[in-house]
């Protein structure tokens, strides 16, 4: 199997067993764990199951956890599985956070640039999301500004 979701231990009162402000439980974050090879083929019944994942949960429930530690060798292949996870979960108005990525993968994120869309639980900073913020909303790093000097021509 590719991926499963987390089911919480019913051995005691865990965060689903937690009285929110209005006096309803509190949901539990949905996890979808994947398993150490993940394919191509795999990625449209990983989205299906993120979709249901997040229906059952519900957006109080914040965004989607990617569990990732079982993954062994990530490819591009894992790369793309990810991507469309992140995809499905924007259409679905969830986040999604990656728990358990290893340097290997990390670096492979950041080699593609997807690791500013795919944040990461486990580092601190979040992976240049800011808490609270969509991704459109967050504020712009900053740069080097050019300067013109007198006489310089133009173009």
């Known amino acids: 199997m590719t991926a499963h979701d987390e089911t919480p231990s019913r051995h005691g009162p865990g965060p689903e067993a937690a009285d929110g402000p209005a006096g309803r439980a509190e949901s539990a974050p949905a996890v979808l764990v994947l398993g150490p090879a993940v ?21 109080e429930a914040g965004p989607v956890v990617v569990d990732v530690s079982a993954v062994r060798a990530p490819d591009l292949a894992v790369l793309e599985a990810l991507a469309r996870l992140g995809l ?3 259409r679905l108005g969830r986040g999604l956070l990656l728990r358990g990525a290893g340097g290997e993968l990390r670096a492979l994120l950041a080699r593609s640039g997807l690791d500013t869309v795919l944040p990461t639980a486990d580092l601190p900073g979040g992976g240049g999301i800011e808490p609270g913020r969509k991704t459109e909303e967050r504020k712009e790093p900053g740069g080097v500004q050019e300067g013109v000097e007198r006489g310089d021509p133009a173009g």
């Open 88 to 90: 499905t979960a924007r």
């Open 39 to 59: 394919g191509r083929a795999d990625v449209p019944g990983m989205c299906a199951r993120l979709g249901t994942l997040a229906a059952r949960h519900g957006p």
